[in-house]
């Protein structure tokens, strides 16, 4: 990870003397924000009211921390009118690396400072938050639970880069069932936000978009006491996933194999996966289905293979370059479909050769895009006809695959030794 350590702090000077001002507070909620100004309104409303409703009696704490944006966000966010007796609204831009971890980062030190008993995180542009979601995210860190993750209802095509990775290598390979590992509204302890400020984290590139998965990760190998919250839909940004998802890919992806490197001995011990409990009812609408562009994914990958045919050929088994090169060939997108276990071998031979290489990390990733269009693109065509519980029942088996491949990616993983760079 690229490291600068320029940053000591994520608290600038004129956030800090007002938080010095509130003494203690019970509750910390904390808003990364940049350009949100079209949905931090409702966000910042929702956080209040359910404050104001569910935990009346005890002091909060409402944190905007914004990224620098040049629109209305910090403005909008200053003009909300929810004034409540016991709730606070501090509007900050972060110091540190652009990205979502900076946020997270003057977040938890503003709780730490303040002695918070309980944090939450919310997403800014999120459309479908409600109050209910203040109260599930908040009360299990309340009767005991150190790191609450959200339990979405999400349309069967949406949240690609979970489907096909995050939640299959978090469950897999730590031996944690948590069905949303990056879903970005979270619930956490002092405990767990103390020792989150403790890693040597925060110059690195977790400050970006990986530090979702980061959290989740830290608090498994941190031995917390992780649970799963109900929420309902989760609707925000662009769903389409032909979208150009390679920024939060990269980040995502890069920090989970990153850790995989740094985990080794822990990966070792799994020796079974456990289910996190879900608590609270389910709040809000059910999601939405939305068009989805399945020839953009299939060109994207089909020119993959024009662009890093020989990559390919380098890093996974020759039988599956043998079918990633038949699909690609395939005319007829009704029999369009990348075998479950191929794409597990190509994510574990992609994860180890990204523990082998020292640089050029950024560029591996890449080459692995096209192939994960790929793997969506399958998925559509076999989930196109089936309903919400079956699709959830397919990536429930595609899990399996994950887990019970996992030796495969624990034998790669043995006695790594450094290789050439791709270039």
């Known amino acids: 990870m690229s490291r600068t350590g320029r940053f000591s702090t994520a608290l600038r000077d004129y956030a800090r003397r007002q938080i010095e001002h509130l003494g203690n507070v019970d509750i910390v909620v904390g808003i990364p924000a940049?350009?949100?100004?079209?949905?931090?309104?409702?966000?910042?409303?929702?956080?209040?009211?359910?404050?104001?409703?569910?935990?009346?009696?005890?002091?909060?704490?409402?944190?905007?921390?914004?990224?620098?944006?040049?629109?209305?966000?910090?403005?909008?966010?200053?003009?909300?009118?929810?004034?409540?007796?016991?709730?606070?609204?501090?509007?900050?831009?972060?110091?540190?690396?652009?990205?979502?971890?900076?946020?997270?980062?003057?977040?938890?030190?503003?709780?730490?400072?303040?002695?918070?008993?309980?944090?939450?995180?919310?997403?800014?542009?999120?459309?479908?938050?409600?109050?209910?979601?203040?109260?599930?995210?908040?009360?299990?860190?309340?009767?005991?639970?150190?790191?609450?993750?959200?339990?979405?209802?999400?349309?069967?095509?949406?949240?690609?880069?979970?489907?096909?990775?995050?939640?299959?290598?978090?469950?897999?390979?730590?031996?944690?069932?948590?069905?949303?590992?990056?879903?970005?509204?979270?619930?956490?302890?002092?405990?767990?936000?103390?020792?989150?400020l403790n890693q040597d984290v925060w110059d690195s590139d977790i400050a970006k978009f990986g530090v979702d998965i980061w959290l989740t990760i830290t608090a498994i190998?941190?031995?917390?006491?992780?649970?799963?919250?109900?929420?309902?839909?989760?609707?925000?940004?662009?769903?389409?996933?032909?979208?150009?998802?390679?920024?939060?890919?990269?980040e995502v992806v890069g920090t989970f194999f990153t850790l995989l490197d740094k985990d080794r001995s822990y990966l070792n011990k799994v020796q079974e996966t456990v289910n996190t409990p879900v608590y609270g009812e389910l709040v809000g609408e059910q999601p939405l289905s939305f068009d989805v562009n399945l020839e953009k994914l299939v060109e994207y990958f089909r020119l993959g293979l024009k662009n890093f045919g020989p990559v390919w050929a380098n890093i996974i088994e020759e039988k599956d370059f043998a079918a990633v090169k038949k699909l690609a060939l395939l005319k007829n997108l009704k029999n369009f479909e990348l075998p479950t276990e191929t794409w597990v071998r190509i994510v574990y031979r992609y994860a180890a050769y990204f523990c082998r290489v020292e640089r050029q990390r950024i560029k591996i990733l890449d080459t692995l895009i096209p192939l994960y269009n790929a793997r969506v693109a399958s998925l559509i065509m076999i989930l196109q006809e089936k309903d919400q519980a079956e699709a959830e029942e397919f990536y429930d088996m595609q899990a399996k695959v994950f887990e019970d491949m996992r030796g495969y990616l624990i034998e790669l993983l043995q006695d790594l030794e450094p290789i050439p760079d791709i270039t």
């Open 34 to 196: 940049y350009y949100s100004d079209d949905s931090l309104a409702h966000v910042l409303k929702m956080v209040a009211e359910g404050l104001n409703h569910f935990y009346p009696d005890k002091k909060s704490l409402i944190i905007i921390a914004d990224g620098g944006s040049t629109d209305d966000t910090r403005e909008v966010a200053q003009s909300v009118e929810e004034h409540y007796f016991n709730i606070e609204v501090l509007v900050t831009i972060y110091r540190g690396i652009p990205g979502k971890g900076s946020a997270f980062r003057a977040i938890f030190e503003a709780a730490r400072y303040l002695r918070a008993s309980a944090v939450a995180l919310f997403d800014s542009d999120l459309k479908s938050i409600k109050t209910g979601w203040v109260r599930n995210i908040l009360e299990p860190v309340f009767e005991g639970y150190d790191f609450v993750t959200p339990d979405y209802s999400r349309y069967k095509f949406d949240g690609t880069i979970t489907n096909t990775i995050a939640y299959n290598l978090t469950r897999a390979l730590y031996g944690v069932n948590i069905r949303q590992p990056i879903g970005g509204d979270f619930g956490m302890s002092t405990a767990m936000v103390r020792h989150c």
């Open 221 to 250: 190998t941190g031995g917390f006491r992780i649970c799963q919250a109900r929420l309902g839909a989760k609707i925000h940004g662009e769903k389409d996933p032909a979208a150009d998802l390679g920024p939060m890919f990269r």
